[in-house]
Nanobody, 121 residues
């Protein structure tokens, strides 16, 4: 069992920054990949960034250069630094843990409750 709790969401102006954090607890030894996903109203949930057990990261193209995913293994925390936020970044952001970096893996993995991000123009 893995428990995930997100924090750091809020409302910012376009061009502003937010840092999301995810605290993980439980049997995290079984996870091999963690990531941040987001879902806007009326839209499908999409992957934003992932980080593998070897530290390699992957980003969706439209956040590349603006968002940075990082993990502190000692503290079991996962962060997403979001800079130069755009209105289209507004969504509920979810932290997830999976046995592998794949959509199917995450869907059968563990998820937090989500944290809301609002970006005003």
């Amino acid at each position: 069992q893995v428990q995930l709790v997100e924090s750091g969401g809020g409302s910012v102006q376009a061009g502003g920054s937010l840092r999301l954090s995810c605290a993980a607890s439980g049997y995290t030894y079984s996870t091999n990949c963690m990531g941040w996903f987001r879902q806007a109203p009326g839209k499908e949930r999409e992957a934003v960034a992932t980080i593998d057990s070897d530290g390699s990261t992957s980003y969706v193209e439209y956040v590349e250069g603006r968002f940075t995913i990082s993990q502190d293994n000692a503290k079991n925390t996962l962060d997403l630094q979001m800079n130069s936020l755009k209105p289209e970044d507004a969504a509920t952001y979810y932290c997830a843990a999976s046995s592998g970096c794949s959509w199917g893996g995450f869907m059968s993995g563990y998820w937090g409750q989500g944290t809301q991000v609002t970006v005003s123009s």
